[in-house]
């Protein structure tokens, strides 16, 4: 059983999901989360949204008629269901938005409702009949969640960190001391109760041996080599008079500003002469950097597509674009952090920019194997030579589109890394 997190193609902690159970029997795969929304019932069909029956408010909260009610219980695919039910901030009363500041920073958040396993949620559990819990924690809410099925259904359990939140997310709350205090005690508690721990990067394992004392096994994201050899890239030439600079993947925490500067970086190059457009392939919507990024002559927004066709864009761009933002809030967040995307621009074969500060994960990866040009400091200068190196170098191109290639095939193989993650999962059931 998974919890907290659900099968998709929108993000990357759904991508790395579909991906690392896709060959495992329908069956034997079930899912439950708040706010399901468009889950894919390509690798499971067996889905419970956790709702009003599950999560009862607390007073004084519960004097006020909720009026984002979501649907609680069995989601199929026949009912064509989207959880979506919160409310977009530009339609949120000034008080609202208040009042929002106001639970969010003040971390009441956590304490407005609390979480039960209902009668229909047993009879759900009971009818599938779980052997492993696996989550990818990834907030306050969701450990105490864990936390009361681990204790109920007495099974193994599995967790999954994509991001080095346990270091930022007490940031949101006042006072950050306390929550601090709070969040790493309920963390290490779970973190020791759990039967297999998992990373994202072999950097995150290495600074959670550290930190906590234990071990975790890095997992990142597999990739099908049968489909994207396909579309992969043997030819590395450059129209010069038509450049594509591609991004691919969420706008948000730790993503925003770095595009602005790639944004700008281009736009100055174009104005001395050359043809550069930088195009946007993102789920995110109504983001503010999305807005911002508009106003610059060389960008273009992709339109949303189906992930079968990611693999073709992937390989008619000129050069890919990994970014991730240079404040210390950001680098914090994704120091030890691997993009989903990384291995499937890596199979691609087009060229990649890499533009993350130094000391994150992403950037000592594809230093080490030298299958992308890093630029791992803020400068417009040095994204500027990078982008007219990956433009002009031919030779340069080609050696680190085939190292690329080379190590995706290598270390990221779908047969091999889902065979090695059922085995991990099937050894914690035996211990």
Not at 168 to 188: A, D, E, G, V
Not at 352 to 365: P, Q
Request: hydrophobic share 35%.
């Amino acid at each position: 059983m998974i919890s907290g997190q659900y099968f998709h193609r929108n993000s990357g902690g759904g991508i790395t999901l579909s991906n690392l159970f896709s060959d495992w029997d329908k069956d034997k795969i079930a899912a439950t989360a708040s706010f399901i929304i468009d889950p894919s019932f390509e690798v499971c069909e067996n889905y419970y949204q956790i709702g009003l029956s599950e999560q009862k408010l607390r007073f004084p909260f519960n004097l006020k008629r909720r009026s984002n009610l979501y649907f609680s219980g069995r989601i199929k695919n026949e009912m064509n269901f989207s959880g979506k039910t919160h409310i977009s901030e530009s339609k949120k009363t000034i008080y609202r938005k208040l009042y929002d500041k106001i639970l969010f920073s003040s971390g009441l958040i956590h304490y407005r409702n609390s979480f039960i396993i209902s009668p229909d949620f047993i009879k759900w559990v009971k009818s599938f009949n779980p052997e492993i819990l696996y989550t990818q924690l990834s907030s306050f809410e969701e450990m105490r969640i864990v936390e009361t099925l681990k204790s109920a259904l007495d099974i193994p359990l599995v967790i999954h960190i994509m991001d080095d939140w346990p270091s930022t997310i007490s940031n949101r709350y006042f006072p950050k001391p306390i929550w601090q205090r709070i969040i790493n005690s309920k963390l290490k508690r779970l973190f020791s109760e759990a039967k297999v721990l998992l990373s994202i990067s072999d950097p995150m394992s290495q600074e959670y041996f550290n930190r906590y004392g234990l071990t975790f096994m890095p997992f990142h994201n597999p990739i099908d080599t049968k489909m994207w050899m396909a579309h992969s890239r043997t030819d590395c030439t450059v129209n010069e008079k038509d450049v594509k600079v591609l991004y691919s993947g969420r706008i948000g925490i730790g993503i925003s500003q770095s595009l602005l500067d790639v944004a700008e970086t281009i736009d100055s190059l174009n104005n001395g002469g050359n043809s550069i457009k930088l195009y946007i392939q993102t789920p995110t919507e109504e983001h503010e950097i999305i807005q911002m990024l508009g106003k610059f002559k060389c960008v273009v927004i992709n339109p949303v597509v189906e992930y079968c066709q990611i693999p073709e864009i992937f390989s008619t761009a000129d050069i890919l674009l990994l970014a991730n933002d240079f404040d210390d809030s950001a680098v914090t967040f994704l120091k030890f952090s691997m993009p989903t995307k990384a291995s499937e621009y890596m199979i691609s074969g087009t060229p990649i920019l890499v533009y993350s500060a130094e000391e994150t994960a992403v950037t000592k990866f594809f230093t080490q194997y030298n299958c992308g040009y890093c630029v791992s400091h803020k400068s417009k200068k040095d994204l500027t030579a990078g982008i007219i190196t990956l433009i002009h170098d031919q030779p340069y191109r080609q050696k680190i589109s085939r190292n690329a290639v080379e190590v995706a095939l290598k270390k990221f193989d779908a047969v091999k890394v889902r065979s090695e993650f059922r085995n991990i999962l099937i050894s914690a059931t035996q211990k």
